[in-house]
T-cell receptor
Framework: GENVEQHPSTLSVQEGDSAVIKCTYS??????FPWYKQELGKRPQLIID?????GEKKDQRIAVTLNKTAKHFSLHITETQPEDSAVYFC????????????FGTGTRLTVIP | KAGVTQTPRYLIKTRGQQVTLSCSPI?????VSWYQQTPGQGLQFLFE???????NKGNFPGRFSGRQFSNSRSEMNVSTLELGDSALYLC???????????FGQGTRLTVV
């Protein structure tokens, strides 16, 4: 099965700085890579995703990059704000229409005002 | 429309007992997946149901089982509870053909 590794496990940045979270996956057949954000006491919510036929995707202050050859993908958050503080999970899946996400272990991001 | 609803929100059980958790997906969603969330292991996939059939299964022992009803509501059962089963259990539903998963608030299970 798929194995997703995520680094770092914790990350602290000053407000306004950028944050980068990196993930690697093992199954070369995986072709859909979502990122979920989980605020304290709340449910995980999808914030951005990327498919294997795309190298980069942006949505305002967040972006995701994918390197299929190296089997890694990254989340980039620019101009961080205190409300970005949360746990971020990367995931990978073979997009067969199934809903069985393989998640990384999470990164706790703290944005210091 | 209403989101994914999980009941109960909190549960305390004794080692050796069994427990049943419930998940009602978003209306129209036929896929329901279950995940176990623990501080050390993150989110781990348990199983997925689609149209009352188990479509995928994660690497969990047979004590963990589930089912899905014709209205897409799903239940998860854990038998012979162990202390290590203490976790937040999340279910997620998705629309047919979509991979975006919508999560419920979870059921926090504590085994004592």
């Amino acid at each position: 099965g798929e194995n997703v590794e995520q680094h770092p496990s914790t990350l602290s940045v000053q407000e306004g700085d950028s944050a980068v979270i990196k993930c690697t996956y093992s199954d070369s057949a995986s072709n859909y890579f979502p990122w979920y954000k989980q605020e304290l006491g709340k449910r995980p919510q999808l914030i951005i995703d990327i498919r294997s036929n795309v190298g980069e995707k942006k949505d305002q202050r967040i972006a995701v990059t994918l390197n299929k050859t190296a089997k890694h993908f990254s989340l980039h958050i620019t101009e961080t704000q205190p409300e970005d503080s949360a746990v971020y999970f990367c995931a990978a899946i073979r997009q067969t229409g199934a809903n069985n996400l393989f998640f990384g272990t999470g990164t706790r991001l703290t944005v210091i005002p | 429309k209403a989101g994914v609803t999980q009941t109960p929100r909190y549960l305390i059980k004794t080692r050796g007992q069994q427990v049943t958790l419930s998940c009602s997906p978003i209306s129209g969603h036929r896929s329901v997946s279950w995940y176990q969330q623990t501080p050390g292991q993150g989110l781990q996939f348990l199983f997925e149901y689609f149209s009352e059939t188990q479509r995928n299964k994660g690497n969990f022992p047979g004590r963990f089982s589930g089912r899905q009803f014709s209205n897409s509501r799903s239940e998860m059962n854990v038998s012979t509870l162990e202390l290590g089963d203490s976790a937040l259990y999340l279910c997620a539903s998705s629309f047919t053909g979509s991979t975006e998963a919508f999560f419920g608030q979870g059921t926090r299970l504590t085994v004592v």
